[in-house]
């Protein structure tokens, strides 16, 4: 998988680019977990949530927050990283002149920093949080979530409690032109150990689901 660099707000920022064949085709951007708690891009679950993409004719970006790897910097309490996801929507735009399909998706931390992307960038039309630490960090700025998405929490997390996750998305649900979907896994931690295929299967799933009408628009 080509390895690119492309600049931040700190300096370099490191990262593994995957273009689709197609020039047109959507594009989506994959968030790691926690910089100090030893996230990086090649964390499991962001190399699935890749490979769901991937499979699905996205091109993919996923990327070391500053301070990761041979990115620079060093971590900013998420303030610097949500301008380094921002950093990378901008390099993704600037090489995807053709397509205007936008997605992003985050595991813990990066659930957090891609969900207030969201709020930051209209261009994005979707996203997918897996774990996202609703009892750790404020949600709130989503007032309203302004796109549809997929959630997915484990019920034995002991790191992101599945109630907080619950509570979250029973607010969004509660927020008029969107949908959120929501799909918990019996017994997974907060790294869905032996849920892995699990996990891919609701996202592949949820894809699928959502790039149906866009495939039969280009059918018809």
């Keep these: 998988m080509p390895e690119v660099i492309f600049n931040g707000s700190a300096g370099r920022i490191e990262g593994r680019f995957h273009p689709h064949a197609e020039k047109d085709a959507p ?3 994959i968030l790691h977990p926690h910089p100090a708690h030893g996230g990086t891009m090649n964390s ?15 091109s993919t970006l996923r990327f070391n927050f500053r301070g990761v790897g041979r990115s620079e910097g060093c971590y900013d ?6 301008s380094d996801a921002a950093s990378a929507l901008d390099w993704l735009q600037s090489i995807n002149p053709q397509t205007h399909r936008f997605w992003v998706a985050g595991f813990s931390f990066g659930a957090w920093i891609g969900m207030q992307l969201l709020m930051r960038r209209p261009e994005l039309e979707g996203f997918i949080s897996i774990s996202p630490p609703a009892n750790l960090y404020d949600f709130n700025f989503l007032a309203p979530c302004p796109v549809s998405g997929l959630i997915v929490q484990g019920t034995g997390d002991t790191v992101v409690s599945h109630e ?3 509570t979250l998305v029973n607010k969004l649900r509660n927020q008029k032109g969107i949908r959120i979907d ?4 019996e017994g997974s931690d907060h790294f869905f150990t032996n849920h892995l295929a699990t996990l891919q299967s609701y996202v592949n799933q949820y894809l699928e ?3 149906q009408p866009f495939r039969q628009s280009l059918a018809s």
Excluded: C, N
């Design 27 to 29: 594009v989506a951007l």
């Design 44 to 58: 499991k679950i962001v190399y699935a949530l890749h490979r769901s993409f991937s499979d699905r004719g996205f």
């Design 77 to 82: 309490k998420g303030e610097g990283e949500l």
């Design 164 to 166: 907080s996750v619950g």
């Design 182 to 185: 929501y799909e918990t896994i």
């Design 209 to 211: 689901q959502r790039l």
